[in-house]
């Protein structure tokens, strides 16, 4: 497994994450972002990957409306997406993480048929340009983020994976080592973000290792499912991304790499 971290598309995330030991940046282009000044960093960007030697290990769009009011596809925000799957390629990064939101005054029914043909786009875009789509587990304007809907989804579509972060499962009140265990055979892309509930409420995303999540368990499920992808680092947390933002991100390396068995 290779340790990355989420980071804005610019230099100094290079620099940072090749000064810090780090295999890959991860970029979110999210909703009210501008997908193709995305697109037109490329060029630039394959230079820094170049200079600093560090990857770009996945990029992805949270957030955003993919379906209208009347379940059909967004023209504009298929193009992102498929903006996004070229950058990609062009990157040699090969996982691109999405989401899909739901529609209300339609049945759950055809809210999952709409996913499906929406997701059956990107894949097939993808796979001719060597990325793999996967759906994030963020309740971020997505509900393709637990069992009930892999079973649908997933279960339909074979070559779609899943961007798991466990938090979103512990915060939801679910079991997210049943979860990795049940699913990580589909997870083609893990985010490391820590948990912090106080009276059965959510406190704070510290760095992992100062937080409530079983790390242990969490990486001996990854070993025992065979999970061998990428690990990105999500500073996530206001307190740990002011003042304390560096120091958090340096905890949470060094918290994880004993974890990473070469």
């Not at 960093?41 to 600093?52: F, I, N, T």
Request: charged share 25%.
């Amino acid at each position: 497994m290779q340790l990355g971290i989420i980071a804005d598309p610019v230099e100094k995330s290079f620099r940072m994450a090749r000064d810090k030991g780090l295999s890959f940046v991860e970029f979110c282009i999210n909703v009210g972002m501008d997908c193709h000044k995305f697109f037109q960093q490329v060029e630039e960007l394959k230079g820094y990957m170049e200079r600093y030697q560090v990857a770009v290990g996945s990029v992805g769009r949270w957030g955003s409306n993919k379906l209208d009011e009347h379940g059909e596809i967004i023209e504009e925000e298929l193009q992102n997406n498929y903006l996004l799957i070229d950058a990609a390629s062009q990157l040699g990064c090969t996982v691109m993480n999405t989401g899909v939101n739901y529609v209300e005054g339609l049945s759950y029914f055809e809210n999952i048929s709409r996913a499906i043909a929406f997701l059956e786009k990107l894949l097939d875009y993808g796979k001719k340009r060597g990325v793999r789509i996967a759906v994030y587990n963020c309740r971020w304007n997505n509900y393709i983020c637990s069992p009930e809907q892999w079973k649908l989804v997933h279960g339909h579509l074979k070559d779609l994976g899943i961007k798991y972060d466990s938090s979103h499962c512990i915060y939801d009140g679910g079991d997210y080592l049943q979860e990795m265990k049940d699913w990580g055979k589909r997870f083609y892309h893990v985010h490391i973000k820590g948990t912090l509930s106080i009276g059965g409420e959510r406190f704070d995303d510290p760095p992992a290792g100062l937080d409530d999540t079983n790390w242990g368990a969490f990486f001996s499920v990854l070993y025992a499912i065979g999970y061998n992808d990428r690990l990105s680092i999500e500073p996530h947390s206001p307190v740990w991304r002011k003042q304390l933002g560096e120091k958090g991100v340096d905890f949470s390396i060094q918290y994880i790499r004993p974890f990473l068995m070469k």
